[in-house]
Structure formats: C-alpha cells, structure tokens
C-alpha cells in the first residue's frame, strides 16, 4: 500500500504541477493577484507530494519489497543498510525522482521564503518552475517509472552495481543535483523577468540567493565526484574530461559566471541581457548533461543503461525549454531598459573580462564534448577528443583568468585604477614569479604549464589575502581597532576572498602533480619499492570475506626513512551476486599528499602487481573547492543580503534565500 | 482502504491549489521590498566611498543613478496597485472549476493506466518466515565465498545450484549448473536441471538454448523423465498438440507408480485435452471459464508474448506461436506485423525463415 | 569616454579573446583528435605507425600472455582480422578474455599496437558501445548478446 501511495502520490505532483504552471501564468497577463498567488500553495504541495513518493521508494529499499522493479533491479536483501539507502539513487528512475524532489524543494523555497517578492515576479517563477517539474514528472512517470511492479515478486534483487556500493555514490549525486537543479530557479527567474518585460537590480538581488546556494552545491558536488572517482576506480586520476564530467563542469563555468555577473547587476543595474542570457545558459547546460546522462548516446562511466525513448523524451524537453527560453529572450531582451554605465578599467570591466574567458572556456568545452558526437553522425568516424585538448583550451584560457583575479577583486566600482591596484598586488605577483622561475628551474624543461600554475596559484592566494589586508589595515591604528574593522568587513568580502583563496589552492593542487611519482611493481611480501620520498612494503597478502564480497588485502607499511609513517590496506574485492570486481585503492594521506597504492592481480609466483603513486599536494585539489564552496556560503550569509526587508522574517526561522 | 488514502491526497491537493483564492488580498507588499532594496543601495554608495571601492570622484554619478532606479521602482508599485480589471471574481470561479476537475481527471487518469492498486506491499521480512531465508541465506553466502576462493569447485557449484533455484534466483541457478557441468564434465540429470534453470529464468519459456540442453540431456540418457517432459514442454508451447500429448502419454506409462511429477504431467495432458485452441500451460484455467472471459485471458497471454518477444527477440518458436496465435484470432494486420517483425529478428536464421514462409503461406497472410 | 567609445572597447575585447579562444581550439583539435577503430578497419585504413588509436573489440580467447614487469601481450579481435597489443601496467578488474576492450595507445607498426590505456567493459551487461559498432560492422554481432 505504501508503494501505491508514493505511486499515486508522484501523478498528483504531476497535476498540481500542470495547475502550478497555468494558473499563475493566466493571473499575471490579467493583473489579478488571487490567480497568480495560487502558485505558491501548488509548489508546496508539489514538494510535499513528491517527498511522500521518494519517502515510499526509500521505504520499499529498505523494507527490500522486490514487489517494485526498481528494487528487485538495484537492491539485494544483504546489501547494508545505508547502500539500500543510497541504491534509491543509484538507478536511473530513482535519481531521475530525486531529481524532480530536489526541483519542487527549490520551487518550495521560492513559495515559502520568497514572500518579500514582488507578487507578478514570484507567479512567474513559481509558473515557469511548475513547467519544468511536469516535463520531467512527465518523463518520470511515462518512460522510467520508479514504481512499476512485479508479480509475482523475485525472491532476491539482482543487487546494486559493486563500484556504486561506495559511501560517495550516497553523497554525490544529491549534491551535484541541489547544483544543477538549484539553477533552474535562476532559469526560472530569467524567464519571469522576460515574459514581465522589466528587470532592474533589485531581480538580482533576489536570485543571486539561489544562484549561490546551485553554486555551491555544484562545486563541492563535482568535487565530491572527482574524489570518488580518484579513489574508487583506481588508476590514481581525479578528472578524466569524461563526457558526462564536462557535462557538470559546463553549468559550473556558465553559473561561475553568473554568479559574478549578478553582483556586477546589483550594484550597477549594468549587465542585464548578458545576465539573463548566463542563466539561461546555465540550466541548459544541466538539461543537456542530464540529456547526454541518460540518452545513452555517451559511452561513459557515468552512463545508464540506455533507452531510446528516454533519449527522445529529454531531446524533446531539451529543445522545449532552452529553445522556448532562447525565443523568448529574442523577443525580450531587446525591450529590457539599458543599465548603468562603466570604463573599461573598474571592477565592472574585470567582470566582464571574468565573464568573457569563462564563457569561452565554456564553449571550449561544449566543442571538445560534442564534436566527436557530431562527427559521428556525419562521417561515421568515431574519435575521442583527449586531455591535451582540454588541457590547451581551458588550461590555457583558465590560467589567463587567474591573473585578472586579483585585479578584479581589488579594483572600485565605474572607474579603478589600475597602476595603484598594480602596486597593491606586485609583491604577490613578485613571489609568483619566484616560484615559478624557481620550480621551472628545478623541472628543467619538463611541462611548462605547471609551474605556471603553481606561481599563478600563489598569486592569487596571496592577492587575495593583500585585498582583505589593504581594506582592513590603517597606518598606526590599533589590534583591537584592526579587529574590529576585519569584522565591519561584509562577509560577502570575506566570502568572495575565501572563494578566490579556494581558486588558488585548487590551481596549487593541479599543479603539483606534475611532482609526483609513479611506479608499476610486481610486489612481493617485505620486498620494499621506492615511491617518491617513500619506501612501501608490503608485509602481507591473504584474502578476507565481507558481508557481500570477498576481498584480497595487501598490509602494506609506508616508510620515510626507516621509521613507519602509515600504513594501508589496498584490496581487490570480488562481488558474487554480478560476479565483478572492484578495487579498493589504499590512500595514506601524509600532510597534503597522498600515497595512493592499488593492487591487482596475483602472479604465480606470489608476487601480485600494484600501481603506487606519490601525490603531493593532491588534497589542495579537493580542499580548495571546499574552500571555494565556503566562500560562496559565506556570501550567503551576508547580512546585506538580507537588509531591505520591509520587516523581520515572520517565521522567525533564519532566511537566507531572497530575504 | 488504498482508495480511501487516495480521494483524501486528492482532496488535499485540491484545497491546497484553491486556498490563496479564498483569501482576500493586502496588496502589493512585495513592491515594497525592492524600493527598500534600492533605498538600501543609495545609502550604501557613501560606504563604498568611505572604503575605497569607488572613486570619490564618480560617486555623484552612482547616486544619480541610484535614484533613478528608486524613481522606477516606485512608479512600477503604484502602476501595479491599480492594475487588474473587475472580472477577478468570475475569473476565480472559471479556476476553482478547472481545478476541480483536472486535478482528479489527471490523477486517476494516469493512475489507473499506471498503477497497480490490487498489488500489496511485499517486504522481505513478511516474506522471510515462509521461505526460510535467514538460515538460508548464511548458508548460501557460506558456498559463495567458498567458490570465490576456489572457483574451480564443480562440487560447490552443483550444491549451490538447486539452492539459487529455490531462491528463485533462476539466472544464477543456470550460471551454477553450467559451471559444475563445464568443471564435472557431462551428465545427463544434471543437463537437464540445466535446461530447468533456463526454462524458469525465460518465465517458463523453453527456450532455444534451453530445448537444446533437454535434448542432450536425452542423447545420453533417452528415459531421463525431467527432459522428456521438457522436451513436451516445448512441444507444446510450440503449439504442436499431438506431439505433446504423445511425449506426455508416454511419460505416464514408463512412469513408476507414486512419483511426484506423475500429477504434473496428468494436468498438463488434461488441460491439452481440454482447451484444443489454447496455446500453452494455462489452458485448464481458461477452458473453464465463459466464452467471453475466455478470449479476453488468451488476448492477454498473447499480449504477454508479443511484449517478451518486443524485448527479445530471439526465439523462432515464439515468434511461430504469436503469430500463429494471431491468425487463429482472426487478426491478420497483428499477424502480418509480427511476420515482418520476426522476419526483421529472425535475419540469417535459415530454419526459421523457412518455418515463417509456411506459417504465412497457412493463414494467407503474403510475404 | 563615451558611451559608444565603451561599447567598441566592450566588444573588441570580446572578439579578441574569442578569436584567441578559437585559434587554440583549433590548433589543440588537430593536435589531439584520436580516431576508433576496430581490428579490421586497421588494416583497411592503414594508418602510419605513431598515430595514436583507440582500438576495440574482443579479446581473443587464449591470447593473453602476461610476462614479468606487468607486461601483458593479447589479440584484440572481431572475429575476422587481428591486431597484436602490447601492454605495461595493471589491466583493469574487468579484462577478460572474450570479452570488449578498448585500448588507447599507439600504432607501431602494421598489425602492431601497444596501448597506454586499456579500458574493459564496466559492468556485466554493459559492452562500449564503439566495439558494438565495430563487431557490428563486421557482422559478428547478434542482438541480444550483451545480456546475461
């Protein structure tokens, strides 16, 4: 009974959608304000039901009711409990319903927190989100129903994938989609500010809550996803320029981009059809990754098990939204009233700048990921676009953005000026340079582009700290008086600072693994191989069960000269129930890097081959995006955000978004 | 109880879609924070001065055009205050209508085409104590790991075999046998249990693979009762009666007075007996019932095939009894698109061409 | 400045860095496009030894010889040509013989390969899909032979 009721409860969802994206829509073209506020009550009701139906899907995982194909496909009786947890989302129709979940939460967040919006505002939004919510309702529930039944049921599911029984796959899908489907409110405010014909600063104030909150789960999202697949999978990588990959990094840049964009909007009103523009493309670039996801037209890892009419279902919303979105802005845009005006040289200028190279590099993307598609399907050829492509566009075009970075941050608003920003940042542009002529020197003439990277990081870094220290400093004034002008600063400028460092120390992470050490080995027990700075041995090697698999572990010992330093246990697991195997990397984390040891097969001898690789500095990698995540909710919480409401939050609660 | 639950979600939703139309309005409150907003970024240009973020020289400029933007936004709260023609009251109504019905219309609609309201909730613990597989189940994981050290075990693999076959885990039942009969070499009971796994993993289908594995089975040994009976098995859902009887007639005879399956095979053979148009095993079942339920539940076995074959098409057997099926209910267009279908599936498999051009050539249906 | 005088500055800088932008994707394009093949388009396109291929198809049963220093030697196949593929490092989990591989690396001579990366099917019902296409092509490939 359960299950029918999460069944019936998702075509609810889907009618009150169809009334969500109607019924305001009719109330706003005719000014009547009691039509267009019945948006808010349907997009609470939306989520309330589709909560009720992901409830019910978890429930059948738990309780392992085979009744339900999609259970009786991912999930196995023996499986822990926190996989049949995450196997909801481990399947195509379960991730597609978390999907649509997370929509109808941000379309609740709107109706809920959104009362200090101007009424036509909100009905449109609330309108074009109850659009987006019954096409994928729609596709839900016509072409990959999470709740098709079984009867009579199996007695034993058919189990989750191996390489998805992993504590990451719990985490990473629900966080890259708060990104993702977080910018289909941004979307949905662009497209309400089209259909009402006038947008001004106080739009941007109201959705740069929400563009910051996509933001951050985007980024710590696609980090999350790098860190599963660096440990996971085994080869030591952390970032493949897979398909699907830079199917999230796309939306990444796009958002990035208008995250930056939006503030140049509210402080200056300048900006807005490029604006607009940004959002649209964001929310487009996530329908086309959840497009090339599930239409099975990627050979990735990522990939589901592919259906056509799935492909064609989400070609269909695809073209619907971004192309519906993209006429309406042509006919729009025009009519909307020019902003502000700025030189080239003020922090609106940089921003601009930011937003040119972002948006390029964007594109460079797009190209790398889908000329081989489309070169297949006009030639035949089938080819792979590789990293050194994408090392050499993005890398290159990203490397440049780093070095206006600092100078955007540190210019003023209309007119800057640039030789006293300059002076400001040459002792950190100084110490750049140092390290990069010093590790260039040391590399001698290994890859260029990583010393580049280490001098850029720290400049930014450092930029970034001398932009904090310079608002923050006065000649002669006291520690107390300094601490309490660093608190007078708005954590939007902390935030934006934190950001920058998290730039910095991700680009500092990239770089470093030009320095690390790789070595192939057949191991034997207490023979030691050297890895970088470190010896690894191997002191045994024996199998083992666990609950659903059975492994074989390597004990190994890390030495740094002589004294033990760590010790792992790398295994290869064997999973029955799909008769595959894993491999389970053991990571040793020592200061920043890391020593990364995985095994494979045992020769006859009983020596059994491993990869060991020394990775300094690899943790900046994923830490900087954490930086970066922080930084962006920093800026959330800044008061400033918040000022302007005509009265404080009537719940009481802390309202954060477009408060 | 279930239909309860739902007209309640129902009503809840469309009261949850209708209640902001009941209330009556306090007016443009929102308006009133983006003039607040724009007051807000007026005062806060001075700041921006104070701190150095803009130059003192262009601050002047920034505040005119703060102001302007304050202007515009107070105009836009006094134009939409008064916007709205009288028709409000009759536009609701037009609203709560088409709420009333499209909300319950949508819903049941798609429900009923989607859902399953008669089936319960099965979990694994309701179903745990009839099959026993706790103990089972330790046993089960006990031979797995085994067979995970040692994977050249036949042994392991033909005691773990009937153990997944009672599981229901029919795939890994066949995967099992196969295993032992690859590491124990042939043997006929074996081969046949073989084919048992394969035939219950296909939903009961004997397919090509697993009609092959009886017949080896039978090359060894000709008497062996399971194969047999398989082999009638596949006879019959190929839709050649005679065979079958004969293959069950026998069985009955050489049988040993008092074994099991004797029942089974008499059931079968009844039911041939009596449902002379029926194809397959549900043929007892359907005779009995009135003309009019008895064509509809063969419509949906033949439904059923027609949708196993649309997913897999690699049975010729099954392809000769859909569209056989077809035919004998007078359906040539189904007929004639399935022929081209199993045409289009049955591409290089030169028996079954042939068995299709008779097929077509019996009930007319052209090439 | 005025306002038109900004605008042109706008937009030059734009095509600048987009011109920039092109310029270097064009030029990274041609430098590291990497063309698929199967075993028997190998043979007919006859690449000049160095090129750099994604090679796929079966590994043929029986032709996997592992030798010391994690060097592997094995036959990718599609049941009609062959090609010779060395390799140095750990195979992946699911390498197999019989099954689809695809290995990325270098052509050194006719026939020759010897791959950097190999990469092997990902799940038991899962067969990348350039080696369906290949075996396709050759005919060696009957639906419904990635099931279980």
Redesign the interface.
Known sequence: ?????G???L??A???A??QAI?PL??TL??????A??G???A??QFV?IALSFGALVQ?HL?????VLNVAENSH??VPTIYKISGVWGNHEGSMLLWVLILAFFGALVAGLG????????ANVLAVQGFISAAFLAFI?LTS?P?A?L?P????GRDL?P?LQDLGLAIHPPLLYLGYVGFSIVFSFAAAALIEG?I???WA?FVRPFALVAWCFLTLGIAMGSYWAYYTL?WGGFWFWDPVENASLMPWLAGTAFVHSVAVME???ALKVWTIFLAILAFSFSLLGTFLVRS?VL?S?HAF?SDPSRGVFILAILALFIGGALALFAWRAPMLKRG?????IS?EGAL??NN??LT??C??VL??TL?PLALEQLTG?????????FN??CG??LLMLCVVVPFGQSL??????LLGVAQRLSVAAAIGLCIFIALFATLRGGPVLAPIAAGLAIYIILGSLSEIAA?VWRRGASLGVLFSRARGLPLSAWGSALAHIGVGVTLLGLAATAFGAET???MRVGEPQNVGPYQVTFQSVA?R?GP?Y?EVVAKADIRSGGTIVASVEPA?R?F????????QAGIATLWFGQLYI?I??Q?GDGAV???LYWKPLVTFIWLGACLMAFGGALSLADR?LR????APARSGSPAIAAR | MLWVAFALMTGAAILCALWPLSRRRSGPEGQARAIAFHKAQLAEIDRDVERGQLPPSEAAGARAEAARRLIAASDVAKTTAGAGDGRASLRARAAVVIVFVAIPLVTFGLYLKLGSPNLPDQPILARAGAAGNGDLGAALAKIEAHLIADPNDGRGFKVIAPVYMRLGRFDDAAKAFGEALRLLGEDAPMRADYGEALTAAAGGIVTAQARAAFEQALTDRGDLPKARYYIGLAAEQDGDKPKATAIYQKLLADGPAGAPWLANVRERLAGLEAAPAAPGGEAAAIAALDPAAQQSAIRGMVERLAERLAQNGDDAQGWLRLIRAYGVLHETDKARDALVQARKAMTGNETAGRDLDALAREFGLGS | MTRKGRRLTLIGAALAIIAFAAALALYALSDSIVFFYGPTEVLQKNPTPGTRLRIGGLVKAGSLVKTEDQKAAFTITDNANNVAVTYQGLLPDLFREGQGVVAEGVLEAPGRFHADTVLAKHDERYMPREVVDALKKQGRWQEGEAKP
């Open positions: 009974m359960i299950v029918e009721i069944h019936y409860a075509t609810l889907l009618a009150l169809l009334v019924v009719w109330g005719r000014g009547d304000e009691g039509l506020s019945v808010q009550s349907c609470l009701g039901a059948a309780a392992s009711d085979f009744s009786s023996a009362r200090g919006l101007p009424l036509i505002l909100r529930l129903n709740f039944r009867s049921a199996p007695f034993e994938n390489v006038r001004d600063a106080a104030r085994g402080k200056r009103d099975g050979t890892v098990a502000g005006l700025f030189a080239p922090r601009v700048l040119l190279l390029t590099t594109a460079g190209i790398g000329y050829e089938k080819i792979t676009v590789g990293a050194p492509f050499m566009t290159v075009l003023a608003w209309k007119r800057g000026d608002r192939i080995a057949s199998s069960p659903n059975s290869k064997f029955s129930a799909r008769q595959t195997s894993t491999t995985s494979g097969d020769t081959a491993a990869r400033r000022i302007g409401a005509p």
